[in-house]
């Protein structure tokens, strides 16, 4: 202590205690005192003088240590006594923090440091030690407190290897921990949940002015949440040791490190997502049962898969680098190479082909392949097995149709036996009765009997016609056709069929166009179509027949694909009977097909008449519904032409022969023989008979005069066309009518008949025989 | 921290600290005859906290490799003292307190005694201090070394579960010159709070000569 | 003349190592054994001379005070100091009352020389 300053001092506690007080924050000022224990005096310095009240030179002199506590706040003064007993009872050290009564009243802070100096007995010498007015400093940390509290900055000071470390209340209130000044090292450590220890060794060993920095994930114990904090740190030298203090700050960067944490996870998901997708693809790769190649442009072989050599037994080594087109069945490599230049070019393309395996057996691949950045990806399935699948089943369905057929042939043959067996009855018995009126002598109403055997046996006829059209192998007879007089003329024909329960409603619409298609074969649609609607209509109703002009359009031809759109006369037939459900309507035209008990239909109706529409280049639909009656629209086109003159009536001109003309017979069947000579002779003609074609031939290479060679087609041993082209060799101007009850012959008729050459179709009538025959003869 | 039903006044907290203070210096004189040099401590931090508090505070998670010396002690009040080092600390001081004595080669060999018993010289003086101050007796267990991280040595120390509370105690001390450092940790069970304040009274009464209730 | 024996008994090494060293400094003639427990130390006490003895408070098996005891019952003159970092009243008032001297732990040559100055004068009166 220099007396130069002892001598300031005194001066200074002269002055009025204000101006002290303020000479005093001014100066920080620091006293000293020295107790002498065992003398039981306190000697201070003159500003230990001043802060405590005292004389100084009474203090430098030595006063009673009672003196140090005379100042004291009373609330402070308790803890410093016991501070004070620490010391004289053993304790080394002294630090306590009070509030001193200046003589104005006023109130200082001050801290007192302080030693105990003991003898090598350890007996208490001295107790020395420091206080420092610290009053300002309060209101600093007041104020550093506010802004780190403010700030959310919470501070300490730590030595490592220590239990314990200095905090600010900040620092307890970013951990979650009561306010303290001092906190155990472990408890905050025990916090830490990610990071490593809050107070750690990372501080250890730092040079001075050295900066720390760690980041810390920790859960406060007041709530449970964790929350992430960064300290920052310095070290510090320590006065008296080699040891460095670390003073620092900690501070909250939850949500830095929550988005954070975000991105990553974000990045590590997609991360694993690429990863997924590309084990996926290797997966796939290796595991696929298809092929998997990848191509240049140029067709070259890059990679494939395992399946590859599992389905055509070649290493990938032997195939990488090969163009793919060395494994393509030879007739393949057109379309192959067609194909994947189509890939490469278009970017997409699939195809089938066959491979070659190692043994060179083909096998069948579907590919698609498309392109992408110079390279082709080829998936190739293996289709060997679907295509022999497919194969079995098409030989399976051809068997299906086969018994199809047969059951069919069944249903046929069936029907036809009992519309037969009808017919024959009408005819036998007719003829019955007409031998028995001729036996008894009767002569009256033969007629009636002859025609009732006619009508059956047309009608027998009509049938034979119907399956022909079925079969499609009916030679139509297409010709201009009024349908309104049609449907007109058969109105009669049509009551009598439909019987007194069911109205009939002809509706013909004005200027209807002229159609095209064989009458005859209208007729029986439309009676076909009435019967059906007949037998809907148990009950009665109302059957309605109506003509139009109709135009089928482009968007009603893309749902129908038979149909080109263009201009059609319509005939509907319209019942109110029981109606069709879908599936039935869907099976309608199925020959065969028929909702009637065997033995009562042939099934062959509709089915004959969806022939004949097609046939006629027309077309045919139902609408019909449970309940609801049918509609049936037959669609036939329209014909341009003219009405040509009606033909005038066959029976109004018999046919006579003027000059006794030969005409040779050559049939086997000798009932249709005898009939023909006898028409024949009926009209005039001399006639010859053979009853096959080589006795027949034998005929025509004699000299024999012969105008006209009738012949059935099917004879026995030489055909009657091979018979007509045998005579024409001796006869080349000779004419032939040929006979056929056979469909084949009718329909090759245009290329099978040479000039000169005519057909006619069993069966036929006297008239229409009788007719082509003075027809030929007068062509001559 | 809180939790004791029956908290000490500050008074009382001031009168404990100054009590644990008293033992400490006696400990740390002890270690400056052993060592020839100063020993520096800081003010003892105490804390009374409950039991589940103190379990959580046991499995506390410390990243250095430690050494301690612990002893137990059973009487008027019971519990654990523990003197905890860093490793490189606790070499040092072996060092210290065995270079005057023993030769360089028999050092390995005593490393773990002279620990033990240096351990035993600074626990018995804070805690036979202690003891006296509050006119009581302590029986202490012979010293054991503990090396571990932070857990493994606390749990000797603890048996949680049994109500209560417990007093955690600190001082962190250095040694002049030296790179020595460390604490002494105790863990003082009290199962009743009350007894501890008759025992804290009565002493403030004794030492600073008043009535502690005043 | 026998040169006079000292009895040192402490399970810590260390701590005989510093006690033999303050011995040999103060009495530099005197003749030391040492023992690491009680059992050790009843041994040499059968078997040879053991004039004065530095027993550890604090040991493992049986603690120096009921050692001291025991020595006590055949040796009631024998200078004994109970050693110890342990100081509490209880246990310096426990020496007393086997008549033993207390030494604090560490020991130093302070605390250890006024027993062993004393000690020596007690074994003069007795063997003159």
Redesign the interface.
Known sequence: MASGSEAGLERLSKLPAEQLQLALAAAGAVGTWDWDLVGGRLYADPRFAVLNGLDPADAAAGVDPSVLFARIHPADRLRIRIGVAGILEGADLFSREYRLMAPDGGVRWIQARGRCLRDKDERPLRFAGVLVDITEQKRTEERLRIAQSAGGVGAFEYVPGYGTAEVSEQFCRLLGLRPSKIVPVSLVNALVTCGGALFGPDMDGRAPGQIAHAEFEIRRPDTGALQWLARRSEAVSHGDTAILRHVGVIYDITDTKLAETELRAFSERLESMVETRTRERDRIWQNSRDLLVVLGTDGVLQAVNPAWTELLGFEARETIGRPLLDFVHRDDVETTSRCLAAAADRSAASFENRLLDRSGSPRWFSWTASCESEVVYANGRHVTREKEQAEALKATEEQLRQAQKMEAVGQLTGGIAHDFNNLLTGVVGALDLLQTRLAQGRTDNLERYAKAAISSASRAAALTHRLLAFSRRQPLDPKPVHANQLVTGMEDLLRRTLGEKIRLEIVTAEELWLTRCDPNQLENALLNLAINARDAMTAGGTLTIETCNTHLDRAYAAQHAEVSPGQYVCVAVTDTGSGMPPDVIQRAFDPFFTTKPIGQGTGLGLSMIYGFARQSDGHVKIYSGLGEGTMVKLYLPRHDAQMPAQASKPRAEIPWSPSGETILVVEDEPVVRELIIEVLGDLGYHSLQASDGAAGLRLLESDERIDLLITDIGLPGLNGRQLADAARLRRSDLKVLFITGYAENATISSGFLEPGMEMITKPFSIDALALRVRQIIEKA | MSGAELELTELELDALTELVNIGVSRAAASLRKMIGVQVLLSVPSVEIIDRETAAQLIGTREDSQLVAVHQGFTGAFSGHAMLIFPEKSSLELVHAVTSTNVASEEFADLEEEALAETGNIILNGCLATMANMLQQSLTMTLPEVLRGRGPELFQIAGEPGRGGAVLFLYINFSVQDRDIRGYIAMLMDLPSLASMKLLVGSFIERVAGLDAGA | MAPTTVLIVD?????R??AS?LVKQLKPEWELVEAANADDALAHAAQGRVDVALIDF???GQDGLALAAQLRETRPELPIAII????????IARARAVNATFVA??V?E?GLSGFLSGAGLRLRKLST
């Open positions: 399970d810590s090494r260390l701590a190592i510093v060293k604090n040991m493992p110890s970092a342990n100081i509490q009243d209880e246990i732990k560490p130093t302070e």
